[in-house]
């Protein structure tokens, strides 16, 4: 459902304060506005650059009647503000759950219910028979090699 023909660069940001959804279309800074064409319906905005469809699947439905298009003009950046189609969306206060009563409270070990208490971490154990050694050989570099003597190179006759 996403086209970018033209290959612009964009940026889709929802303004949770305003209750707006934003694109962001990096439209060439030269170009003629009568040369973009822009269509926004509930679910999907497309704007037509030069013959070219660049096309975005909303996040939310939004309102097409209330939608604004505005091109920057020291950027040439295209703006669609779009508003939501729904109510505002308000973060709802976390309600604490009450403490569980203890004949609904899940029958475990003590050993569970002792390392919860105490948060420890629960480790793994290994099988010391599965255990692998790895040998490693460490040779020293050729620069720290010592060079051998003179006298016991040998000289081979051509």
């Known amino acids: 459902m996403n086209v970018n023909e033209p290959k612009l660069d964009f940026s889709l940001t929802e303004d ?22 822009v269509d926004i319906q509930t679910t999907y905005a497309r704007v037509n650059v030069k013959g070219k469809i660049f096309q975005m699947l909303l996040p939310a439905e939004v309102k097409p009647d209330s939608s604004t298009a505005l091109r920057s003009q020291t950027s040439g950046h295209l703006v669609l503000n779009m508003p939501r189609a729904e109510g505002e969306i308000k973060v709802t206060k976390k309600v604490p759950r009450p ?60």
């Open 99 to 158: 403490p569980i009563a203890p004949q609904q409270k899940r029958i475990g070990s003590q050993e569970d219910d002792r390392r919860k208490l105490n948060k420890v971490p629960e480790r793994l154990e290994v099988d010391p028979s599965k255990h692998t050694v790895v040998d490693l050989n460490i040779v020293r570099s050729l620069k720290q090699q010592e060079a051998p003597p003179p006298e016991a190179e040998k000289t081979l006759p051509f």
């Open 16 to 37: 949770e304060v305003n209750n707006t959804i934003i694109l962001n279309l990096e439209v060439y800074r030269h170009m003629d506005s009568s040369l973009i064409d």
